[in-house]
């Protein structure tokens, strides 16, 4: 499929209604896809989350519209590397609405997070993605995104969570 002949990519503004709106639109759309958990945005989340991105300076977000309709999106989120003694950045969440899979959205969108972590100094990118969604990990691998490992001896890190409350 080719790639949508409009597409716009650009660096959110979290005071603009209309970046907020698509921000929110997409990170809801994400929620409820298997891949992000198939429940809709809460509506504290809904309420709250671009006060927050926006009170938080290593936050950045990064949005794709096609035309008007936002169809693209990655929420950024830099961190520290010790060993490296650089910032790094964490891609949270990545976002391409089901109608523009596979037409270079997510391509784009990740070269422009990516061109954003340069800008910091960042050593390097990091993702998660789910072991089920092989269209994504096709993507991440093609884009030079490989499994974190320090000693193959060691094997490969693992993402791990707890939940706080």
Not at 64 to 71: E, L, Q, R, S
Not at 139 to 164: S, V
């Amino acid at each position: 499929m080719p790639e949508p002949a409009r597409l716009r990519i650009v660096r959110a503004d979290y005071a603009d209604a209309a970046h907020a709106a698509a921000l929110i639109e997409l990170l809801d759309h994400y929620a409820r896809d298997p891949a992000g958990g198939g429940e809709p945005l809460s509506e504290f989340a809904r309420a709250h989350v671009i006060d927050a991105l926006a009170a938080r300076s290593f936050v950045f977000s990064v949005l794709a519209f096609d035309g008007d309709t936002p169809v693209g999106l990655v929420n950024a989120i830099e961190g520290f590397s010790t060993f490296a003694c650089a910032p790094l950045v964490n891609l949270h969440d990545v976002v391409v609405r089901d109608t523009h899979r596979g037409r270079g959205v997510a391509r784009q969108l990740l070269a422009a997070a990516e061109a954003i972590a340069r800008e910091r100094g960042a050593c390097k990118l990091t993702l998660e993605v789910l072991s089920g969604n092989r269209a994504a990990r096709a993507l991440y691998a093609k884009l030079g995104f490989d499994d974190y490992r320090l000693d193959p001896a060691m094997g490969e890190a693992r993402f791990l969570q707890k939940w706080l409350g």
